[in-house]
């Protein structure tokens, strides 16, 4: 015997999925978008060079060491961007881009736990209902040209619910082509086994970056995270990040930023992140490189405008004797 | 036909062999088909002290089993991870599942060509034996594979302890297994086309042998591009060549595009004969025929097709074209359309049914629902955007390994209850069966669930050790790697236990809800099955009811 309520369930079932989407602010038209877009570049000033005609003093030379590197020390107080044990969730959003992310992850995590319970709640259904010691005695039908209709168009257009604010993230925040154009100031960074090398190009600084070693850890700094040079940018700034590597595959991940970017020998990729709160943010290498693939991470501090060129002043004095263009990544 | 002998050469036809003869030499399907099932197990054991060793050094923060071997550590994951596809997953559901199965299921005597049947299991084994020979080549630190299975240059041309031949023999492995998917994709597809039963046209077929099917395409397409792509890393290793090298013109991403143009096919390859087992096993318990037979084949079809064409999702942090990475995003999200058109469809068929929970019908239905799981991390994934906070993280290792492990290899134990009365003539302990389902859901979701929570605390995958934060999931992680393991054995105990009480199974154990052919011979078939050959032409649908 044919149930003529069959389609009808899910049909019911289908829409309850499609009312759900519909109201998830995610999907709704982001107005706000274009607008953060625009204002991160309305509010780009170009970073001025300090001026270093007069010559230092050595002991002026060390106290401007000395201030860069408290500037990079560790404050557990001002650590961002680290998980958290028993953390369910993203870490909290340093940038736009990822908080925009996290926004967009959380529509689509609504969509899919609904699609799930669903799918779940029909077969326990199912199970329940048409067991054989309660229904002895099957239906044969095989056929229901409605209900294939039904899901095959619903599913169509909840994935164009899904596909929009996708297509739109994808352009306006991770690949935001006028943005990357048009940064405050550029990182370059180049990957090796088993460490960074950075560049700042318009600052004349490049420095090495290499994992602290767990016995040489000091004031409870993370494991596994810590490094001796740290990466130093201003708050509030659009840092253009430019990346290669010297020997295979890394790749430079920060996931409070929402950055992921391979660096490819042979390639230059770009990426983009603005970090929106002072604090100190950790990231690890994210492409299989080898042995201590698992060793070489990466640490940011975001600092205020002053400090940021308090430190630009010490580390072109404490990096002095690393010239940038003797760096693997150029002499190559 | 080949049993169509007179009766004067029927002595000579229907010679059994016996020992090594049957074993090494055999050209018969059935037997084939049980020595790809043995390989299968051998190697997915082998594959699972893998992983368990991997998540024993994952269990607690800093080294535990590796003592600092980092490469080591590497070694084993590579291996896991080529074990469980090339080792495990293909020859238990195509070379096992598929050789015993399409035959018997559209009435033919054999595999189109038995002698290449033979050959495609055998050179499985040189291949197997290259793959662990690779483990043990090299001095010191510099042993094995440490790339991982996609074996990206320039880390497998230019790392310091990738050197060594452990590579060359790992692409050498490769080789013979593709050679011997690849004869067996044309075995497959020259037997489903010109060797079914009168009157068995290709939409009356069992949606078991349509997955067959679409996957041997799928095997035929895609491994020669593989072959290509590691021929070309073989000779940038050995002579100079720089096909993927920056320094002289070459470009790694160029080995990135031809990986996954073969790897992402290869994923359906391990996933779409599960659907077909998944299609026969919720029509017989449900004592239904399969809802909507041809939206299923189309939906297969489909997703078939489709994953041609998606293959750079894999590649969304590599710095591709934004343009790009936006098709390749909407392609992807594509394919939700067909699985779920799969599942609503299984789900329908067990509408109004009269289901009986046996151990296959609990798998099927555990597949399902993991799959499903498995399926919308996928859509999140296919998003270029949201991918660049999961790319190289544990959600990934979580996403596919619920629809690798909690589904394929679900979809090889639903087919291995569902058909080992049908190949041993014994029946196996329901009682023991349902253990083995719960402790193996228990173990899989425990293990791969919290990987989810790691995934979005940014935790990358492919790292020996990690930070401390990370240790409260990696821990019940771990618990639950090692109540898979135990359900693994137990398993091999239930196997025992069938063999040792021999209660026999009867040509179909499984009642009217069972109407493939396969079901119609005797358990364990004859050596030559059909000896009359059975006439599929007053048939009408592709599961025809007992009643008629």
């Known amino acids: ?332 | 036909m080949s049993y169509a002998t007179t009766a004067d050469h029927a002595h000579d036809a229907h010679h059994t062999p016996r020992g090594l003869t049957r074993w090494l030499c055999s050209t018969n399907h059935k037997d084939i088909g049980i020595l790809y099932l043995c390989y299968a197990v051998f190697a997915g054991l082998l594959g699972a002290a893998f992983s368990i060793a991997l998540r024993a050094e994952l269990m607690y923060p800093g080294d535990q089993i590796f003592n600092g071997n980092y490469q080591l550590y590497n070694v084993f994951l590579t291996a896991h991870a080529f074990l469980m596809v090339f080792f495990l997953i293909m020859p238990a559901l195509v070379g096992g599942f598929g050789n015993y199965f399409v035959p018997l299921m559209i009435g033919a005597p054999d595999m189109a060509f038995p002698r290449l049947n033979n050959i495609s299991f055998w050179l499985l084994v040189p291949s197997l034996i290259l793959l662990l020979a690779s483990a043990f080549v090299g001095t010191g630190e510099a042993r094995g594979v440490g790339t991982g299975w996609t074996v990206y240059p320039p880390l497998s041309v230019v790392d310091g302890l990738h050197k060594g031949m452990a590579i060359d023999l790992a692409i050498f492995s490769l080789h013979l297994a593709g050679i011997s998917s690849i004869l067996g994709a044309i075995n497959f597809i020259v037997t489903v086309f010109n060797m079914r039963a009168p009157g068995m046209s290709l939409f009356k077929m069992p949606l078991f042998v349509w997955a067959m099917l679409i996957t041997a395409f799928l095997l035929l397409l895609a491994l020669p591009v593989l072959g290509g792509a590691i021929t070309m890393l073989l000779t940038d290793r050995n002579l100079g060549t720089n096909f993927f090298n920056p320094a002289g013109g070459g470009d790694p991403v160029l080995y990135q595009h031809l990986f996954w143009f073969f790897g992402h096919p290869e994923v359906y390859v391990l996933i779409v004969p599960a659907f077909g087992i998944i299609s026969e096993v919720v029509a017989t318990f449900s004592r239904k025929p399969v809802f909507g037979y041809l939206g299923m084949v189309g939906a297969m079809s489909a997703i078939g097709v489709l994953g041609f064409v998606v293959w750079a999702h894999h590649m969304f942090t590599v710095g591709l074209d934004p343009d790009t990475e936006a098709y390749y995003m909407i392609a992807t999200m594509v394919i939700a359309v067909p699985t779920g058109i799969k599942i609503f469809s299984w789900i329908a068929t067990m509408w109004g049914g009269s289901l009986r929970f046996t151990t296959p019908m609990i798998f099927a239905i555990g597949f399902i629902f993991l799959f499903t799981l498995g399926g919308v991390t996928g859509v999140m994934l296919a998003n270029s955007a949201v991918d660049v906070t999961f790319h190289d993280t544990y959600y990934v290792v979580a996403h596919f390994h619920y629809a690798m492990s909690l589904g394929a290899l679900f979809g090889v134990f639903t087919a291995f209850y569902y058909w080992v009365p049908k190949i041993s003539g014994y029946m196996y302990s329901e009682v023991l069966g349902k253990i083995h389902f719960w402790l193996f859901f228990i173990g899989t979701n425990l293990t791969f669930f919290p990987q989810h929570f790691l995934g979005m605390a940014g935790m990358p995958r492919r790292i020996p050790d990690y930070p401390d934060a990370y240790a409260g999931y990696n821990y019940w992680s771990s618990i639950g790697s090692y109540i898979a393991g135990a359900a693994s054995i137990f398993f091999l105990y239930i196997v025992i236990d069938m063999f040792v009480r021999k209660r026999p199974a009867g040509n179909n154990p499984w009642g009217d809800g069972a109407t493939t052919l396969e079901w119609t011979i005797s358990s364990p078939p004859p050596f030559h099955s059909f000896e009359t050959q059975p006439d599929y032409s007053k048939v009408t649908e592709a599961y025809p009811s007992a009643h008629h």
């Open chain 1, 1 to 332: 015997m044919f149930k003529p309520s069959l389609p009808l369930r899910f049909l019911a079932a289908t829409l309850l999925v499609m009312a759900f989407t519909a109201g998830q602010p995610a999907f709704a038209q982001d107005a706000n978008a274009t607008d953060a877009a625009t204002a991160v570049m309305t509010d780009a000033t170009s970073t001025d060079e300090k001026d270093t005609t007069r010559e230092l003093s050595a002991k002026e030379k060390d106290n401007a060491i000395a201030e860069a590197e408290t500037i990079t020390a560790y404050d557990a107080q001002k650590v961002r961007g680290i998980a958290k044990p028993w953390q369910y969730t993203y870490q909290p959003a340093g940038s736009p881009v990822m908080a925009h992310l996290v926004k967009l992850h959380n529509g689509i995590l609504v969509v899919i736990t609904i699609i799930t319970i669903v799918v779940l709640a029909m077969l326990i259904y199912v199970c329940v209902k048409f067991r054989a010691g309660r229904n002895p005695n099957p239906n044969r039908f095989a056929h229901n040209t409605m209900v294939e209709i039904i899901w095959t168009v619903v599913p169509i257009l909840i994935l164009i619910g899904i596909g929009i604010p996708s297509v739109r993230a994808h352009y306006q925040y991770t690949n935001n082509q006028d943005i990357i154009d048009n940064p405050d100031m550029t990182l370059k960074v180049v990957g090796h086994q088993w460490y960074w090398s950075y560049e700042y190009p318009e600052h004349g600084i490049a420095f090495d970056s290499n994992i602290v070693p767990e016995d040489q850890l000091k004031d409870g700094q993370p494991r596994l995270l810590t490094v001796d040079n740290p990466v130093v940018v201003p708050v509030g700034k659009v840092v253009r990040v430019q990346m290669t590597s010297a020997d295979v595959i890394h790749d430079w991940a920060m996931p409070a930023f929402g950055i992921k970017q391979d660096t490819v020998p042979g390639k230059l990729s770009e990426t983009w992140f603005k970090a929106e709160k002072e604090g100190i943010y950790y990231g690890q290498c994210s492409e299989l490189c080898g042995k201590f693939h698992g060793f070489m991470p990466i640490e940011i501090h975001v600092v205020s405008d002053a400090m940021f060129e308090a430190w630009v002043a010490g580390a072109k004095l404490k990096y002095a004797a690393n010239d940038q263009f003797q760096l693997a990544s150029l002499s190559r």
